[in-house]
């Protein structure tokens, strides 16, 4: 089964293996984990530590050491990580429904756009939740060892999934009380969920993790610019309130999602189809229960915490959803195999198609668009503008100084700043004798017509709670700037451009040897 999921999500995600990396890999990840291939060191000096567990960022340093350092590299080692996880998806389904359901399950994860996008990007979410799946597995299973393995590997991958196993013990000390209080069979049987001691050893190796990162850099929980963004300016009951609704979303209807949970809604609505004489048999309500629980204790934690209310951090529960909802429709519906297409159509569609209101590039096809747009507008820079100083943004800054990234041969010299609001645009103004050419771009998907568009309230919350704002167009930042627009691109909500700033140029060329 691993054999044939690998290479088939190899031969659907061939067009994607050569792409630059993108956003976060670009400013984290990678320059992480080659730190690691060329120091030895699970303490990255290149960029600031977040303090994510290491296991991700070796795994790929131990492949560039085998096979060389490389971007088709990183994106097969990630699609071996995307099988993989792919194949718990499979295990897990069939030990809670059957053969059946277990493919058809694996094929619609496959397909997610989120999970789809994913697979091949240096990240850690994808990995720690294929992790934590076989650990569920395994927990489920009544496989004590591999629980203990699986679950400490995740936290191990990243520092989230210890949500799981604190989870699954906080339902195995309530769980009998809520059954006896109101008189159901909710609960795993007695063997099952004697797992405490095992569910606290995942925990026991995070915190091994974050000793060992406080006795290296005196902080235990990342730098104190990651801290603050992703907890302390999280502390906010309104903001909490928000995250919760936008968890839900993307847990229950995003990218498509909720086609799937239309057709279950349906389905629950008609009697169980009978095979013979008996019953096709749903997913036995303690596991049911669990799953739930997990789902819970996902949506409500990434809720508290996280100042990027991001779809990757969610791909842990996601499947758990698709598995019981696939479950339901072989239950319910004779011709569920129809309905199963449907839904894979609908996430396909969304791959390419981008929702009509804000969203992470990386939850689907967009990202290509960004990074080949990138690729074009740093094309020019480093051709036209070698010696040049270069006016951008994070993470193009990254991007045009760090050709290890894929996007230049050599490295330019970055004049940066936060965005390309008017306020930061019209400070950059004011010094343009720094710089001679600036990179702008849409650091922020805006769609055409946003659903959302027209309620001011709701753009208010985005500005205070979620960082939004709104670059200006490339015409109005050239006026600022002083400059003339030289390149532009443009796809599907995204754009960049490259801006010249003459009198700079001018006199730069002047200027004596």
Request: net charge positive.
């Amino acid at each position: 089964m691993f054999a044939v999921v690998l290479v088939a999500i190899f031969l659907l995600h061939a067009p994607l293996l050569g792409l630059p990396y993108f956003w976060d890999e670009a400013g984290y990840y990678i320059p992480a984990a080659r730190d690691l291939l060329l120091t030895g060191s699970v303490i990255p000096h290149s960029t600031p530590s977040n303090a994510h567990p290491p296991l991700v960022m070796a795994y790929l340093a131990g492949g560039w050491k085998v096979m060389g350092f490389s971007i088709f590299v990183t994106r097969s080692l990630m699609l071996l990580v995307a099988a993989f996880s792919l194949l718990g998806v499979f295990r897990l389904a069939r030990r809670a429904a059957n053969f059946q359901v277990a493919i058809a399950a694996t094929v619609c994860t496959a397909l997610y756009p989120v999970f789809f996008a994913q697979s091949t990007m240096a990240h850690v979410d994808l990995a720690a939740a294929g992790l934590t799946l076989w650990g569920l597995e395994a927990y489920l299973g009544e496989r004590r060892p591999a629980t203990v393995v699986w679950f400490s590997l995740a936290v191990l991958a990243k520092e989230t999934a210890v949500l799981a196993p604190l989870t699954l013990l906080a339902w195995e000390v309530s769980c009998p009380w809520i059954a006896r209080l109101f008189q159901l069979q909710l609960c795993l049987s007695e063997r099952r969920r004697r797992f405490s001691k095992a569910l606290l050893m995942p925990v026991a190796a995070l915190s091994a993790w974050y000793a060992f990162h406080y006795w290296r850099t005196g902080y235990v929980f990342g730098n104190p610019e990651f801290f603050r963004y992703n907890v302390q300016s999280t502390m906010s009951p309104l903001r909490m309130v928000l995250a919760l609704g936008m968890r839900l979303w993307q847990v229950f209807g995003y990218m498509h999602l909720w086609v799937l949970m239309i057709l279950l809604i349906w389905a629950m609505t008609r009697p169980a189809t009978v095979d013979g004489n008996d019953e096709r048999q749903r997913i036995d309500i303690s596991v049911q229960c669990v799953f739930g629980v997990l789902i819970l204790g996902y949506v409500v934690a990434m809720a508290v915490v996280g100042g990027a209310v991001l779809a990757r951090y969610m791909l842990p529960v996601v499947p758990l959803v698709i598995i019981v909802a696939v479950s339901t429709l072989w239950r319910r519906v004779r011709r569920w195999p129809v309905l199963i297409a449907a839904v894979c159509v609908a996430f396909v569609g969304a791959l390419f198609l981008n929702p009509p209101y804000g969203f992470s590039p990386e939850d689907n096809l967009a990202y290509r668009d960004y990074v080949v747009m990138h690729q074009a507008a740093e094309s020019v820079l480093e051709t036209r503008y070698p010696e040049a100083r270069v006016l951008t943004a994070w993470p193009a800054s990254d991007e045009v100084s760090r050709p290890y990234l894929g996007y230049v041969t050599r490295p330019l010299r970055v004049v940066r700043i936060e965005d390309f609001t008017a306020e930061n645009l019209l400070g950059a103004a004011q010094e343009r004798a720094r710089f001679q050419v600036a990179l702008v771009f849409s650091t922020k998907y805006e769609p055409v017509a946003p659903l959302l568009g027209g309620w001011r309230t709701w753009e208010r919350l985005k500005k205070r709670f979620f960082g939004f704002h709104r670059d200006l167009p490339p015409e109005i930042a050239a006026q600022i700037l002083g400059g003339r627009v030289v390149f532009t691109a443009a796809s599907r909500g995204q754009w960049v451009a490259v801006i010249e700033l003459e009198r700079a140029l001018d006199a730069q060329l002047r200027r004596p040897y």
